[in-house]
Every structure is written in C-alpha cells, then in structure tokens.
C-alpha cells in the first residue's frame, strides 16, 4: 500500500509538472497565485499624493522622521551633492546643501536626532549636528550606523581582528580533480562590530560583539547591518557575517550601560587603546528551506514600544519561484515565518507603525507596493508608485527609504525613472 500511494504521489506530482510547465507558455499556472493589488487604498489606509522630492537622480538616501512629525532626508545625488530635505504633511519645505565636497555612492550615511531635537549626521569621515537650523561639523567619524538609545546618540562601527587580538582563521581552496588537485590554504582575518555613543569631543566606544568568534564583518557594503532602538534604550542589532566562503546573519539585544568590567582591548592603528566590554550576538537560523535574501539593503524594524522586531526570510517554490515572509523577534524567539500575499516580491525596507504593526515596502516588475504587518497577518497591500532609474550605473535600492514615527504615519521615498526622487504619505487608521 505504501509503495502504491508514493507511486501515486509521484505521477500527481510529474502530471501537476507537465501541465504547469505548458501553461507557463501562455504566462499562467494554477498552482500558483499571482499579485493582486490596485492603486486604490483599502480601508484604513490613506494614501496622500505623489510628491517631487528632487529633481536630480540619487546615488543614495537616507531618512528620518522626528517627533514633529516631519522627516529629514539626506540625498547623494549622481552629481554628487549631499542635500538636506525636509518633508511635513504641508510638502517641502527647505532643500539646502550640507557641504560644498562631492559624495558618492560608497561613503558613510547615517542619520538620527539626540534627546535635545539635533540631527545628528555621519556622512563619509565626518560628523554633523543641525542645531537651531544650521549644520554644523562636530569632528571626525567611523560610525556606518546611528540610533537614538535614551538619551545616548549610539554608534556602530568595525574593527580589524589584527587590532583586537582576535586570532585569524584558515581555510583551503582546491582546485583541479583528483590526483591532479592544487591545494591552497588562505587566511581570514576577523573583523567585529564595535558600539559607541556620542560624547562632546567625538565618540566614547563600550562594547564589542562575539570577540572569539571567526567570522568578519563588512559594513562598508551598503544595507549589510540595520541597528534600531525601543523605549526602553535596548539596541537590536541585525547584520550579516561572513566565516569561511558563506555568510549568514546575526541579532543582538543590547545595551550599553555598564554590566561588566572591561577586559578587552583594542588597539587603534593610531596608537590609542581602548577597553571594550564583550557581548555575544545570536545566528538567526529559520531551517534548510528558508534563507535571508542577500541583495541590500537589509529589511529590519523594531517597534520602540514593545521591542518586537520584524525582517523578511525566503524560501524557494515550485518553477524557480520563491516565497517571502515576514519573521517576528521578541526576547530573542524567533517566530513562525509570515508568507506574504504578493508573490515574487523583493522586499525593500521595514518600519514600526505602532501597536506591534509593521510598514512595508516590496517592489514588483518595477512596481512600489505598500503592505502592513500585524500578529502574523499581512495585509493593506496597494501600489504606491513606479520606481527605477535613469541608468544602469545608478542603484536604485539605495534611495528607497520609509520613514516613520511609530505611530500610524511614514513617508514613503523612491527614485524614479525620469531621473527624479519621488515619496508619498501614508497613514494608518487605528484598526488597520
């Protein structure tokens, strides 16, 4: 009977194949279920109106909503001028420079305020802070990512195992078939993720992450590592390490407050020594059938209230076909993964919403999509744009942004074809 039923299963199977396989001809298969969405907001979504941003195409952006409601947005433009917007629910209301250098693509961009209002701004090797309107450059800077924790404005950066005392690993890389193979042994230096928070004259460094493990970080390639806060200054950290000839991904919660002696150090190329205290991050493994999308930038949100967090995983389906969903973290648990209702999806970015709620945008044949996320649901999915660029040597994934407070609204930010830089408001209702 068993070997009935399992002949049974495979010729279902084979016949299920065939018939898909020739209905891919004609561009259908009822197997799968295909997007559906419209321009038309469901209940419980507003939608504002497209706006003009910028007319100029962008290298990168980044984003940032502060307590007033309206967002800061910090654009590398391809000509290469780093200019400051600023977004309210009444439109633009100022576009200014932030310096005369030119910017690209692979520099340093990270924004956030401080618990007196200030933005502050790491872009390249520099620190800035806009106080009473005016940019000011406050010292030099290493930090890649920048969040409010309290009242501590919190810095990430790397550091080389060389400089640590963390010991290098080797590996071996053949080549050629048996008998005929060459054998050659490489050497991997480790680099870790060390945390900071901002002082008057630069930067106070506490803590390091997993300083006895083998594997590097590299947070000079964009969207690699997301760091969020919540209330209650815990900092979630989600980032992606490289051991051997793979890579995988890593989330700690932490803080920074003085829980134990320092007792690692680390010794600048400069000559300064700095005391670290050690912290161990957690491998986020979902099993063999799911993975994290590789392509930046890194969908990751926190909700600053309840401190549960939010990225996307990937499974393959039938036909070369792939499935996302959306993963919950809370005190470390992973939750069951959250298939989204739109097939053949690449997420883009997360943001909290408020009420263990999630913002998303995902983006389809060139289509913006918006979706909200709540205790394992999706749902709210509209189309909010057209998004590309206007050359092959652009990346549009880096100027897609949504900014939010947490409380129901974000500012959606996309680049377009045309060569522009467009967003768009969205607003939750309650029940949504």
């Avoid at 990168?60 to 391809?78: C, F, N, Q, S, W």
């Avoid at 309210?88 to 007196?116: M, P, V």
């Avoid at 709210?380 to 206007?390: I, L, N, Q």
Wanted: net charge neutral.
């Amino acid at each position: 009977m068993r070997d009935a039923h399992v002949t049974s299963n495979i010729a279902r199977t084979l016949t299920q194949f065939c018939a898909c396989a020739l209905l891919l001809l004609v561009g259908a298969c009822a197997t799968e279920q295909y997007a559906v969405y419209s321009n038309v907001a469901p209940p419980g979504i507003e939608l504002g109106n497209e706006i003009n941003l910028l007319d100029a195409a962008t290298e990168k952006v980044v984003a940032h909503m502060t307590r007033d409601g309206r967002v800061h947005l910090i654009a590398i433009t391809t000509g290469g001028d780093a200019l400051h917007v600023v977004v309210s629910a009444q439109g633009i209301e100022q576009k200014k420079k932030i310096d005369t250098n030119r910017h690209g693509y692979y520099e340093n961009l990270a924004i956030t305020d401080d618990a007196q209002g200030r933005l502050h701004l790491a872009i390249k090797d520099e620190h800035w802070v806009l106080d009473k309107g005016v940019w000011r450059l406050i010292g030099v800077n290493s930090c890649r990512l920048l969040t409010r924790a309290g009242d501590l404005v919190v810095c990430v950066t790397e550091a080389s195992g060389k400089e640590l005392g963390t010991a290098a690993q080797w590996g071996i890389q053949a080549f050629g078939g048996f008998g005929a193979g060459i054998i050659i042994p490489y050497r991997i230096i480790p680099a870790k993720v060390v945390l900071g928070h901002s002082i008057e004259d630069g930067w106070s460094y506490r803590k390091i992450l997993d300083h006895h493990l083998p594997y590097f970080v590299n947070l000079d390639n964009v969207g690699t590592a997301v760091l969020s806060s919540d209330a209650s200054g815990r900092l979630h950290l989600f980032f992606q390490a490289h051991e051997d000839k793979g890579f995988y991904y890593r989330y700690a919660m932490l803080a920074l407050a003085e829980d134990a002696q320092p007792n690692i150090e680390w010794r600048q190329s400069d000559g300064q020594t700095i005391k670290l205290t050690n912290s161990e991050s957690k491998a986020v493994s979902l099993g063999e059938k799911w993975f994290i999308p590789v392509s930046p930038p890194l969908p990751f949100a926190v909700d600053p209230q309840t401190g549960k967090a939010l990225f996307f995983a990937r499974k393959s389906s039938f036909l070369a076909r792939w499935v996302d969903a959306g993963v919950e973290i809370q005190g470390k648990v992973l939750g069951q993964p959250a298939p989204l209702p739109v097939p053949n999806t690449q997420p883009k970015q997360l943001a909290p919403a408020g009420d263990d709620r999630f913002h998303a945008l995902l983006t389809v044949d060139g289509s913006l999509i918006y979706a909200t996320y709540r205790a394992g649901y999706w749902s709210g999915v509209t189309k909010v744009g057209e998004f590309g660029t206007p050359s092959l040597f652009v990346i549009d994934n880096a100027s897609i942004q949504l900014a939010s407070d947490g409380r129901g609204q974000a500012l959606a930010i996309w680049p377009k074809r045309e060569g522009a830089l467009a967003g768009r408001w969205i607003r939750l209702g309650k029940g949504e």
